[in-house]
């Protein structure tokens, strides 16, 4: 079992920044990529970023935040980040930190072994 511990979320300006974390624990010995989701107000949960284990970081973005977000991880510390720049009001969502061993394509694809409780993003206009 992996456990993921969203951090982060916030009210915050449109135009303006915030940075999630995302901590991993339990069973992190095993190599496992990463990935947020987001569940807009009324909407289903949707792809966000991915990141892999390693070898160069594999990354996927959703193309409605390409340019704008970053994801990163620090392995020795089980941790993944999202940073959010030039944020819109149509970000505003709960934010789902996800962990798996099948691959960042599984998450780009919607799948996941493992959720966070999601944390909230509210920007205003």
């Known amino acids: 079992q992996v456990q993921l511990v969203e951090s982060g979320g916030g009210l915050v300006q449109a135009g303006g920044s915030l940075r999630l974390s995302c901590a991993a624990s339990?069973?992190?010995?095993?190599?496992?990529?990463m990935g947020w989701f987001r569940q807009p107000p009324g909407k289903e949960r949707e792809f966000v970023a991915a990141i892999s284990w390693g070898g160069g970081f594999i990354i996927y973005y959703a193309d409605s935040v390409k340019g704008r977000f970053t994801i990163s991880r620090d392995n020795a510390k089980n941790t993944v980040y999202l940073q959010m720049n030039s944020l819109k009001p149509e970000d505003t969502a709960v934010y789902y930190c996800?962990?798996?061993?099948?691959?960042?394509?599984?998450?780009?694809?919607?799948?996941?072994?493992?959720w966070g409780q999601g944390t909230q993003v509210t920007v205003s206009s």
């Open positions: 996800a962990a798996t061993w099948g691959g960042a394509t599984d998450l780009k694809g919607g799948k996941s072994d493992y």
């Open positions: 339990g069973r992190t010995s095993r190599e496992f990529d």
